[in-house]
């Protein structure tokens, strides 16, 4: 398989969390930029453009599904891809992320042996819009 490459910011305010993502996302060719609050997501997005955003849903200062919410109401970021990254799991969780404007849902723990191939189905189905 060939090595994946692309830019993704990472937008989780538990550290351990971005180091493991970081290690994993690194290794397969990824630039990876992250950011734990409202202010730092909006800096990087304008800094790096990158092609796909991971929203932790469960943040203290700002949800994730408002996040998202005011990333896609701003028409240059409109198009960024914006996967729900959560351990809310129960019925109609999926539903609520994606009725916040996010693109697509990963269930917590992530599987690590996974994540590059669900990030990499986003990206492609972003580039064929």
Known sequence: MAEKTGKVLYVEDNFENRVLIRRVLEAEGYQMFEASTEDEAFRQIGDHHPDIILMDINMPDMD???????????????????????ANVMRGDKERSLGAGCDG?????????????????????????
Do not use: H, M, S, W
């Not at 994730?64 to 990254?85: D, F, N, Q, S």
């Not at 986003?122 to 064929?128: M, S, V």
């Open 105 to 129: 849902y990963i269930q917590k723990p992530i599987d690590v042996d996974i994540l590059t191939e669900q990030i990499e189905r986003y990206r492609l189905k972003k580039d064929n819009l």
């Open 64 to 86: 994730g599904y408002t996040l998202t919410a005011k990333i896609k109401a701003k028409p240059e970021y409109k198009g960024i891809p914006v996967i729900a990254v959560t």
